[in-house]
């Protein structure tokens, strides 16, 4: 295997270990978020972008030279009679593996790359979909809470009202018994003085 499909088949084997990672169960989507904000992220963050792109670019481009040379390889006809060159026939069989083998390794290691982005988009919106969440019944709880303690405010002004109420009843029952308590001495003593004056009247 020469030098660069050695560097793309180490660049695979990083790949899917990262992906492994960021797939365990036990890791929240919070915990990576607090990882992927953290402040070094900001300063090669235009090195992550440029490198993303350059490294799409060249595998694209060993992903396409892997698919010529197998379809060179794969078309190639040799006789395995042949006198002259009685080792062609596996040279040119072990050239197609070769080319099977990178059009492979490109190919999964462009797809892995790609995957391995979306899942970090992915986890970063769960991971803030997680916090709106909790946020949300946090604010949810606290209004519960504000609207039972306003039921037990309404209630108890319902219950001092209804207080009020009797008592202000009682109060006004108590003043028309003053009230007809006073007019009826009052028409006693009128009465009184009527007769008393009638029958001065008598005498004289």
């Known amino acids: 295997m020469t030098l660069q499909w050695t560097a793309v088949a180490l660049f695979l084997y990083v790949e899917i270990g ?10 929240s989507a919070q915990r990576w978020q607090i990882i992927f904000n953290l402040n070094i992220w900001n300063h090669v963050a235009w090195l992550w972008k440029r490198g993303f792109l350059a ?15 197998v379809r060179k390889y794969s078309g190639a006809q040799i006789s395995k009679d042949s006198k002259t060159y009685p080792n062609m026939f ?10 099977q083998r990178n059009l492979y390794i490109s190919g999964f290691a462009l797809l892995l790359w790609l995957v391995m982005q979306r899942v ?10 997680a916090n709106t969440n909790s946020a949300l019944h946090v604010q949810i709880e606290d209004a519960n809470q504000s609207a039972k303690k306003y039921m037990e405010e309404i209630e108890q002004l319902k219950q001092a ?18 009230i007809g308590c ?6 006693y003593a009128l009465q009184h003085d009527a007769s008393h004056e009638g029958f001065h009247c008598a005498i004289v």
């Open 182 to 187: 006073a007019a009826h001495s009052t028409e």
């Open 161 to 178: 009202l209804v207080a009020h109420s009797k008592q202000t009843v009682t109060d006004i029952k108590m003043v028309v018994a003053h």
């Open 120 to 129: 970090i988009k992915l986890i970063n919106q769960l991971a803030a979909a």
């Open 18 to 27: 990262i992906l492994i990672l960021l797939c365990l169960p036990f890791i």
């Open 90 to 99: 596996d040279h040119v069989h072990m050239k197609l593996f070769r080319s």
């Open 55 to 69: 490294m799409i670019i060249i595998l694209i481009v060993l992903f396409l030279d892997a698919v010529r040379e």
